[in-house]
């Protein structure tokens, strides 16, 4: 079965730069969420979308923002990186908007800032 | 503010044996709830999902309990093997309806022995 896919797998960057991480759900879910986990973290929720629109905003940095396009893939872009930044990034994608949908994740970005 | 914990940070089974996993919530609004499997470097496998309106659902090898009296929720997998090695975290979704993002707990590291 397809799941969902993430890119690029690695991302190495240097303090104060931009990065943009992509999203591509599984086919026919139309909503999509984006978590951190830093080392032996939990992950924590960032933001999600539904047909395109934010629907859920955890903890994501002002620094971070996000969208979703038509084809329902999502980008998150991170500007002025920091440090701290050094993450597991992971997208999920849920069949439909509503709070009882079983959330699939992807493989994760590893991002390290240097 | 209301999280999601586990009990226990490491379990250190024996091959063949059942496993027992906790988890503790603390939004008694809460009305979904998973348990994700995580192998290192790897996105949340999700494992089962039960509703606030249920107390016990079964998969193969795996049950979970939800006690709402106490807030407790728990994870068995029975006849554990080598390859259920990893962390295995709980996480909730409120009832707040819509695309919410998820509140994982700690993550509980299950050690299979040979």
């Known amino acids: 079965a397809a799941g969902v896919i993430q890119s690029p797998r690695h991302l190495i960057k240097e303090k104060r730069e931009t990065a943009t991480l992509k999203c591509y759900p599984i086919?026919?879910?139309?909503?999509v969420y984006w978590y951190q986990q830093g080392p032996g973290q939990d992950p924590q929720f960032l933001i999600s979308f539904y047909e395109k629109m934010q629907s859920d905003k955890g903890s994501i940095p002002d620094r971070f923002s996000a969208q979703q396009f038509s084809d329902y893939h999502s980008e998150l872009n991170m500007s002025s990186l920091e440090l701290g930044d050094s993450a597991l990034y992971f997208c999920a994608s849920s069949p439909r908007r509503g709070s009882t949908d079983t959330q699939y994740f992807g493989p994760g970005t590893r991002l390290t800032v240097l | 503010g209301e999280s999601v914990g586990l009990h226990l940070p490491t379990l250190s089974v024996q091959e063949g044996d059942n496993s027992i996993i906790n988890c503790a919530y603390s939004?008694?609004?809460?009305?979904?709830f998973i348990w994700y499997k995580q192998e290192s470097g790897k996105g949340p496998q999700f494992i089962i999902d039960i509703r606030s309106n249920m107390d016990k659902r079964q998969g193969q090898r795996v049950t979970v309990l939800l006690n709402k009296t106490v807030k407790h929720l728990s994870l068995q997998i029975a006849a554990t093997q080598p390859g259920d090695s990893a962390v295995y975290f709980c996480a909730e979704n409120g009832s707040g309806g819509g695309a919410d993002g998820l509140t994982f707990g700690k993550g509980t590291h299950l050690i299979i022995q040979p």
């Open positions: 086919p026919r879910h139309d909503t």
């Open positions: 939004n008694s609004a809460s009305d979904y």
